[in-house]
């Protein structure tokens, strides 16, 4: 392995791939390896609308759950709305997403098609990503209230 900060990151499973802007982050979107354009393009659409999104990259979760706490938590906060990013099934997100979080995935096993056509029939798209953020953020509200 090179030692460039990139290696560094890919090492330990997860990392920041994209800062929220405009402060702290309202909502991480958790990016499956290869799910990271799908994240930044609902990350666009989340800042357009003021909503500071922040994108991890987790190309692999168990090294990241290997990680000391305190780089999982700057990573990852606690308290802040999440939503994982997979296009493979989402079983194994919801324990990165949290118990507020959502995972998005594809919901069906045998599905075969280009990937953008794919993505298309089964909505797995930036905008259905944005929505469940938006989602996470007003039911995050209502348990606060």
Known sequence: MSSTGEDTLAARGGHVLAEAVGGPPDVVLIAAAGEEPVALRAREILQAAGVASRVVAMPR????????????ERVLPRGVARVSVGAGS???WYALA???????GLAGAGLSAPYQTLYEQVAFAAERVAAQARQRLVEGRERAA
């Open 90 to 92: 989402s079983l194994g």
């Open 98 to 104: 949290g118990q507020a979080g959502a995972p998005v």
């Open 61 to 72: 979760p168990a090294r990241f759950e290997r990680q000391p706490a305190e780089y999982r």
